[in-house]
Nanobody
Framework: QVQLVESGGGLVQAGGSLRLSCAAS????????MGWFRQAPGKERDFVAA????????YYADSVKGRFTISRDNAKNTVHLRMNNLKPEDTAVYYC????????????????????WGQGTQVTVSS
């Protein structure tokens, strides 16, 4: 069992930045690929970014490439999402997720690959 707790959400103006954090506990953190997803009202939960277990390979949705950066610190059991140049369409609840994968160099980019989820943190970008 892995427990995930997100933090860092809030209200920001368009063009601003936020840094989301996700603290993991319960199992060996480096055994899990980590991802960030988001869900806007009335929409499905969408992939945002993911990072592999130990090699640092990163994956991004096209809509956030060049603006968002995912990172992880296996010594501190944390994963972060740095979000720059935020847009109103980035408004959503952001979820941290963990995927149990054997390979250290890959990370799933869809919901079905992740077995553990945090409770979410709200990000609101005003225009």
């Amino acid at each position: 069992q892995v427990q995930l707790v997100e933090s860092g959400g809030g209200l920001v103006q368009a063009g601003g930045s936020l840094r989301l954090s996700c603290a993991a506990s319960g199992r060996t953190f480096s055994n899990y690929a980590m991802g960030w997803f988001r869900q806007a009202p009335g929409k499905e939960r969408d992939f945002v970014a993911a990072i592999s277990r130990t090699t640092g390979n990163k994956y991004y949705a096209d809509s956030v490439k060049g603006r968002f950066t995912i990172s992880r610190d296996n010594a501190k059991n944390t994963v972060h999402l740095r979000m720059n140049n935020l847009k109103p369409e980035d408004t959503a609840v952001y979820y941290c997720a963990a995927a149990s994968v054997l390979r250290p160099d890959i990370a799933p980019t869809n919901n079905y690959g992740y077995g553990y989820w945090g409770q979410g943190t709200q990000v609101t970008v005003s225009s």
